[in-house]
């Protein structure tokens, strides 16, 4: 089926540091997610991207953080500057239609610790 | 806050037998409600999806029981097969769809043979 690409699956960096985390969506999906589950907790909404710009975001979705979609390329979360509450697995993920969930689909996350 | 709970956190059952796993919420503007199947190591992947207009949705093996008054809902398994054991992620949406789903904390499923 179709794939979100997550790379890398997982980021070591110092607090304080800036992070790139990259997401390659399905080729044809028009709506892109990101969500962060910290071990042992639910995952949590953080961000909901379309036509380059930000549709909808949670609380969490603090000013540190940014995302793009430069160009049809990656769809990318940037933290500026990172906090060790950071620390945590962030998925992305793409749909066709927003009204749809069964063109939902995850990537298998990237594991982010912050020192 | 809460909004979507999930019990057991972690459940085991014998092979062939059905594994039951509840849900409950709190905003009644929730209108769908997709469970997610997560391996380890994997994003979750939706596995089966009611609206509020059911009581009931089946595929196969997994069945959606849905109580609107209740503000309930279990995901039963029947027939369970070593396969299925993975973390099963009850999620809700007031919007219908995909565009912001909250999800459980998650129950941790395995299927001794």
């Known amino acids: 089926g179709p794939k979100v690409l997550q790379i890398p699956s997982h980021q070591i960096i110092d607090m304080g540091q800036m992070v790139t985390l990259n997401c390659d969506p399905v080729s044809n999906h028009l709506y892109f997610y990101w969500y962060k589950q910290i071990l042992g907790q639910q995952m949590e909404f953080l961000v909901n991207f379309y036509n380059g710009k930000v549709m909808e975001k949670s609380k969490l979705f603090k000013d540190q953080f940014s995302v793009e979609r430069p160009d049809g390329s990656y769809f990318t979360l940037k933290i500026q500057p990172t906090a060790l509450e950071d620390s945590a697995v962030y998925f992305c993920?793409?749909?066709?239609?927003?009204?749809?969930?069964?063109?939902?689909?995850f990537g298998s996350g990237t594991r982010l610790t912050v020192l | 806050q809460q909004q979507v709970r999930q019990s057991p956190q972690s459940l085991t059952v014998w092979e062939g037998e059905t594994a039951i796993l509840n849900c409950s919420y709190e905003d009644s503007t929730f209108n769908y409600f997709p469970w997610y199947q997560q391996f380890p190591g994997e994003g979750p992947a939706l596995l089966i999806s009611i609206r509020s207009v059911s009581d009931k949705k089946e595929d196969g093996r997994f069945t959606i029981f849905f109580n609107k008054r209740e503000k309930k809902l279990s995901l039963h398994i029947t027939d369970s097969q070593p396969g299925d054991s993975a973390t099963y992620f009850c999620a809700a949406s007031a919007q219908g769809g995909s565009a912001k789903l909250i999800f459980g904390e998650g129950t941790k499923l395995t299927v001794s043979s």
């Open positions: 993920a793409s749909s066709l239609e927003q009204a749809s969930a069964e063109t939902l689909y």
